[in-house]
Each structure stands twice: as C-alpha cells, then as structure tokens.
C-alpha cells in the first residue's frame, strides 16, 4: 500500500501525543480501576513483574490485537522466563528488567520508569560517593584532551548546566563544570553512559543525589543528546549550521536561519514545548516564513513532545486532512484516562468512545472519531518543504511527517528512517503498588489511530524517507540545498 493510501488511515491528532519521557511530568499516584494490587507493599521484583504485566494484558491495545491474531506465543514464554528471572532480581534493579521485558514489543510508548525515594541514610551514601567521584576541572580538561573520544565527548548544557562528558574505557561520565552561571572547582559527576546495542543504559543522578536509571541516545549528527526527560546539546558541534542552530539557554526551543535569499531553516529539536511559545515563534517569524521559496525543516533528534505543531503546517498546507477511527482496548484504566479527557471539554468527542467502552468491557472498541483538519490555502512564496530526519525522530516528530503529508503535497522527507514509535499514541501512566518505595510507573499507549496496523504499522520499518541521505554525507543541509536547487 502506498503512502498516501496509508496517511488516509491516519487520523487527525488533537489529543497530544505524548513522548514517554513526558510522563514524568504528568504522572498518577496511583493504579486506577479494581485490581488484585491495592495496598502499598515493599518493593519485590517478583510481584511487580507480576503486576506489570497484569497492567499491560488488561490495558495494550497492541498485544490484544496479536492475541487476536493468534501471534501471541513469543510474548508468553518471554512472559515465563522473566517472571522467572524478576523473582531473583533485587529491587534497585528492577525497572532495568522491566524495561527489557518491554522491548518486545518494539514499542517506544511501552515503558517503565522510577521516582524511588531512599532513606536519609541511603541519600547520604550516594551524595558521598558522587562528591567522592568529583574531579577538578583541570583534571576534567585533562580527561578531554587526553581521552580516547568518542560520540559523547565533548561540552553539553542543559539550558542551565554546562557539562562535559569523558569517555573513560566503556563508561562515558558526565561531570557538571558550571551550574546556572556559576563555576566551582570541582566538578561534581552527574551521570554514567553505558553503550548498548540500541543507544546508551544511564544513571543520571539528581541535585539530591538520587540515582535514575533510563535509556538514552545521541542524534543529530551528535549533537543532541536525549536520555529520559532530559535533552542535552552540544555547545562546540563540529557543524557551523548546527552551532548556529542550538539555543543554548533551552536547547528544546525552535530556531530559525535564513540560509540565502530563497531558503530557510527551522530547527525543532522537541516538540515537549509550551504551545502558546510554538506558536508565538511562527508568528514572530511568519514574514521571513512565507516569503521563502524552500523551507528546511530539521527534526532530527526531536524525541516527540505534544501536537503542537499545526501553527507551522498551516503555512504550507495544500488541502484539508481526513480522519478516521482506530482501535481502543476496553478496560477500566483506559475508561479512567477517557473520561478524564472528556472532563477537559471534549465531550462531544469522547462521549460516544466512552458509552462502547462501557458497553464492551475488555474488546477492542473503535476509537474516537476525530474531526477532519481544515485548512485555508495560503497564498505565499513556499514552494517546496524539506522535512529532514534521523534515528532520534519518533512520536510527535513521526506525528509531525504524516500530518504534514497529509496535508500538503509540497512535502519532500529526507535523511534516515525515523525511530518507528507511532503506531500506538495517546500515553497513560499508573504507578505499580507492588513496587513499593522504588515507585515505579507503567506507561503505556491507550489506542491506535490505524486499523490496519499490524501489516501496515511504521514502528518496525521507521518511516523512511523520499530521498535517503548516507550517513557518510558531512552536511545533510547543505545537501537538501543543492538538492532543492
């Protein structure tokens, strides 16, 4: 099936789609609905795993739709052989193996993370060992000029901190050398990168010392650096472009260059941005928007955030877009996290949603039905939109491709495969009781926007791109430019 026949089963995002790191920062404090886990316990790995997947069986459109296939057999002896394992597994551990019994599911809305809270005397351990850890800057310089290098290395900021990550054999250390403006002489280690087979395992430690573990990678020809909510950017990129490009004071925040005379790029590094913000920075720059003749838009990196992104397909869209319905699992979590949405206002779509829920406990239900996107033609100098993307576009960023397919035929999509994480949308997260003080929170997809999606999903293959760009190409910019011309 084509790509225009497969944006047509797209529909139209007005809930927001949410990239999982998001989540830590709109999170419940407990498990909705009835279920055998409702007293707070001690943490056991054993019983979580047991919990866990409880919360997924009752909850995961995705698997409810393979046990509907009959292509469920790998995930229950995979189901076995963790139980097994999480049995044996200390809690300090556990989110880890949580988190890798997911990766079944090839799904990067599937997920696990933690808010442990630890004693005073557990707290005073870690801050020890971190302050024991700490080098002088001097000794940090060292390490970066002495240092095997290696894609991390080099100076980082989180839009208040500036950090610089050594790589010492096969763990590369971030070490705080400037905290909001003011420097110190040591420099306190924040964070551990371990490379494993599909990006980097992180312990990042917080101002309290508190250990998270998470995953991470590094896109954008490295200069971005994401790992659980958390976005880094390279201060010193080897690019002149993409040094020109980076907000240094938030590295999540949009940016604009006017290239030449005909063509302009727009960085969006996130979309997890306020959506008054986008959309004061499309109206600031909408003159030299419209009054370009090619527009750049470079997405790489962006690990997904809300859909706020209709202010800028606005400017160049070609018709209206469609929508349709997919699939929601019936279950008390998925109702729970429905009716909430209705409460915000959006009665009139959920309401419908709500009642087959209620009508068809435990089956898949159609979704709700979003209303099509109408757009009013603009009249304006844009002629042709490149969208370029990487590895490290997923969710919102994926999001933000097919809307803009969708909507205009002005669409040309360059670099590499996106990430794939965009069958499954619209995230909900439940704490696991079982957990106890490790606090850790489930969060899952509560639907699918395509009925089809398990012969036509992009979580496997990514979505890839109209005009492939090798990796070996130094300055994929200036590669769409000579293109485009």
């Keep these: 099936m084509n790509l225009l026949r497969k944006l047509k089963?797209?529909?139209?995002?007005?809930?927001?789609?949410?990239?999982?790191s998001s989540c830590f920062n709109s999170i419940s404090n407990r498990?909705?609905?009835?279920?055998?886990?409702?007293?707070?316990?001690?943490?056991?790995?054993?019983?979580t795993f047991t919990e866990l997947t409880y919360k997924l069986e009752a909850n995961y459109v995705g698997l409810a739709l393979q046990e509907k296939a009959g292509s469920d057999s790998l995930y229950k002896s995979r189901k076995h052989s963790f139980s097994i394992r999480a049995k044996e597994t200390e809690p300090i551990k556990c989110t880890s193996l949580l988190s890798d019994f997911l990766s079944y599911f090839n799904d990067g809305h599937l997920s696990v993370f933690e808010r442990p809270v630890y004693t005073e005397k557990e707290l005073d351990t870690f801050k020890q060992k971190n302050l024991e850890g700490g080098l002088s800057i001097s000794e940090v310089d060292s390490l970066m000029i002495n240092g095997k290098p290696n894609e991390l290395s080099g100076k980082w900021t989180d839009?208040?901190?500036?950090?610089?990550i050594v790589n010492r054999d096969s763990i590369s250390e971030a070490y705080i050398i400037k905290r909001s403006g003011i420097e110190g002489k040591i420099a306190e280690r924040k964070a551990f990168f371990k490379k494993t087979s599909d990006g980097y395992s992180v312990t990042y430690y917080s101002k309290s010392h508190t250990p998270y573990f998470m995953k991470g990678g590094v896109y954008k020809k490295n200069t971005l650096l994401s790992f659980g909510p958390f976005l880094w950017a390279k201060t010193q990129p080897d690019s002149k472009i993409d040094s020109s490009t980076i907000n240094s004071e938030n590295p999540r925040s949009p940016t604009?260059?006017?290239?030449?005379?005909?063509?302009?790029?727009?960085?969006?590094?996130?979309?997890?941005?306020d959506h008054n913000s986008f959309k004061q920075f499309i109206t600031e720059n909408k003159e030299l928007l419209e009054n370009s003749t090619n527009l750049i838009i470079d997405i790489r990196g962006n690990r997904g955030g809300n859909a706020i992104y209709f202010p800028l397909i606005e400017l160049f869209a070609t018709r209206d877009a469609v929508a349709n319905h997919g699939w929601v699992l019936s279950s008390e979590d998925n109702l729970q996290y429905f009716?909430?949405?209705k409460g915000w206002g959006w009665s009139k779509m959920y309401s419908p949603l709500i009642r087959r829920m209620r009508s068809n406990k435990g089956e898949?239900?159609?979704?709700?039905?979003?209303?099509?996107?109408?757009?009013t033609i603009p009249g304006n100098s844009i002629e042709k939109v490149a969208i370029l993307t990487d590895e490290g576009a997923i969710s919102a960023g994926e999001s933000f491709i097919l809307?803009?397919?969708?909507?205009?035929?002005?669409?040309?999509?360059?670099?590499?495969?996106?990430?794939?994480?965009i069958d499954y949308t619209s995230i909900n997260s439940i704490k696991l009781i079982e957990s106890g003080r490790q606090n850790i929170y489930?969060?899952?997809?509560?639907?699918?926007l395509n009925k089809s999606i398990l012969s036509e999903g992009y979580n496997t293959t990514g979505i890839i791109p109209d005009i492939p760009i090798q990796h070996n190409i130094s300055d994929p910019v200036d590669y769409i430019m000579n293109y485009l011309k």
């Excluded at 604009?256 to 941005?273: E, G, K, R, W, Y």
């Excluded at 489930?442 to 699918?448: D, L």
């Design 256 to 273: 604009i260059l006017s290239l030449d005379s005909a063509t302009t790029l727009v960085s969006i590094p996130s979309f997890l941005n």
């Design 159 to 164: 839009g208040d901190s500036q950090f610089y």
């Design 339 to 341: 009716k909430t949405l």
């Design 9 to 20: 089963r797209i529909s139209h995002l007005l809930v927001a789609i949410i990239f999982t």
């Design 364 to 375: 898949i239900v159609d979704g709700p039905k979003y209303q099509p996107r109408s757009y």
């Design 442 to 448: 489930f969060s899952y997809p509560t639907g699918t």
């Design 31 to 47: 498990s909705v609905g009835t279920t055998p886990f409702e007293q707070e316990k001690e943490s056991n790995c054993g019983k």
């Design 403 to 421: 809307h803009s397919k969708a909507a205009s035929d002005k669409i040309i999509t360059f670099g590499s495969p996106t990430g794939g994480v």
